[in-house]
């Protein structure tokens, strides 16, 4: 027989709130009511500006963006287990992590508008931008929680990506250093089942996504993914682990991606309606919302109540996003490097020669 070589092997799975809206009780992580109701406010926000924002682009107002709908748990329990101070590094779906982060909406609306006023994070909203090349933004996220260690700063990072994302080198080598560095960080992988019409079953052969972190020595957990307090509980508990100097660790969130990939995909071209319908039993707020009216902390008149300042905001963000007017030609160029390099000065001079540039 030949010699065998131990390792640690198993996964921990995390599901507190099923579907019909009753909790582990044993399980569940300590938030209060109005914590859980705020938590469920932004879930509700997110999927009716995911709403708002696909029907400007039908009208033209917005180009291509990539709706939430369906991860909102993912998100916004991720990010309400973070702390101001620590930075938060989207992929292309993140709307949501966005605005439990403190985004105003209407940056959202001018950055899917081609605005880069929109990309201008106010200081303390401590987020990166939207990365459309898949994956990258690993990497960054890895070398921004590497300064936090080497600076001492107790603070960590949470970077999110798609199951899509984990084929890319990226992914292995982020992980990879996070390992080797004990760097604070925590991967969440929305594995929402499909990259584009990629099914997650000619993604990796892989059992999980969680089972890599294995690999590479840092902890994984698969949790359901639409189910907020999971998500919460779970990202709590790895920051905490960041933040104490004992390392990463990847969060798989087994969700799934109620509408198309993008604006520009036809998903019924590659999955059945069954399927989207016995995903939609499993959606993320009408969990929250069951939850919330069986310990009576939620009336039929505080939904509509809610509904109707959900509405107000939204509107008032496309008031806002629609006055902001043309942007300064400038601000193609200005935000890639801290100093211009000379190839884009020349380039930005030759647009203000043209006569294109408004300053
Ligand atoms: C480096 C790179 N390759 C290809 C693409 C085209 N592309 C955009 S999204 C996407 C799939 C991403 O899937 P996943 O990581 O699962 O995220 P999801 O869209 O499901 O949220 C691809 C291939 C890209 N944007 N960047």
């Avoid at 992590?97 to 209407?106: D, K, N, Q, V």
């Avoid at 059945?272 to 008149?301: A, C, F, N």
């Avoid at 509107?315 to 043309?326: L, R």
């Amino acid at each position: 027989m030949p010699k065998q070589i131990a390792f640690k092997g198993s996964i921990e799975y995390l599901q507190i709130l099923k579907e019909n809206g009753k909790v582990d009780e044993k399980l569940m992580p300590s938030l209060n009511k109005n914590e859980i109701i705020r938590m469920y406010e932004l879930m509700v926000f997110s999927r009716k500006f995911d709403d708002k924002l696909l029907a400007l682009q039908r009208q033209g107002k917005i180009g291509t963006f990539a709706q939430v709908k369906g991860q909102e748990a993912c998100q916004v329990g991720s990010c309400y287990a973070m702390k101001q101070e620590d930075w938060m590094f989207p992929a292309f779906r993140e709307a949501a992590a966005f605005l439990t982060r403190g985004l105003p909406a209407e940056m959202i609306i001018e950055t899917v508008a081609g605005d880069e006023r929109g990309n201008k994070i106010p200081e303390d909203v401590n987020c990166f931008t939207y990365s459309v090349p898949v994956a990258g933004q690993i990497l960054h996220a890895v070398g921004f929680a590497w300064g936090f260690k080497l600076r001492k700063e107790r603070k960590a990072v949470v970077v999110f990506f798609g199951d899509g994302a984990t084929s890319k080198g990226d992914f292995h080598e982020g992980l990879n250093f996070a390992g080797v560095f004990k760097i604070p960080i925590v991967f969440i992988c929305q594995n929402n089942q499909y990259a584009i019409s990629v099914p997650r079953e000619k993604q990796t052969a892989s059992e999980t996504i969680a089972q890599k972190a294995l690999a590479y020595g840092i902890d994984g957990i698969q949790v359901d993914g639409n189910d907020l307090f999971a998500v919460f509980k779970a990202t709590q508990e790895a920051l905490k682990k960041a933040k104490d100097g004992k390392g990463a660790t990847l969060i798989e969130c087994v969700t799934y991606r109620l509408g198309d990939h993008t604006t520009a995909d036809d998903s019924s071209k590659y999955r059945t309606k069954k399927e989207v319908d016995e995903w939609s039993k499993k959606d993320p707020i009408d969990r929250v919302k069951k939850y919330l009216e069986s310990k009576k902390y939620w009336k039929r008149e505080d939904e509509e109540k809610l509904f109707k300042k959900v509405e107000e905001k939204i509107n008032d963000a496309v008031i806002k996003a629609e006055k902001i007017g043309i942007p300064d030609v400038e601000d193609m160029f200005k935000y890639m490097y801290k100093e211009m390099p000379w190839y884009l000065e020349e380039q930005l001079q030759e647009v203000k020669d043209a006569g294109n540039g408004s300053s």
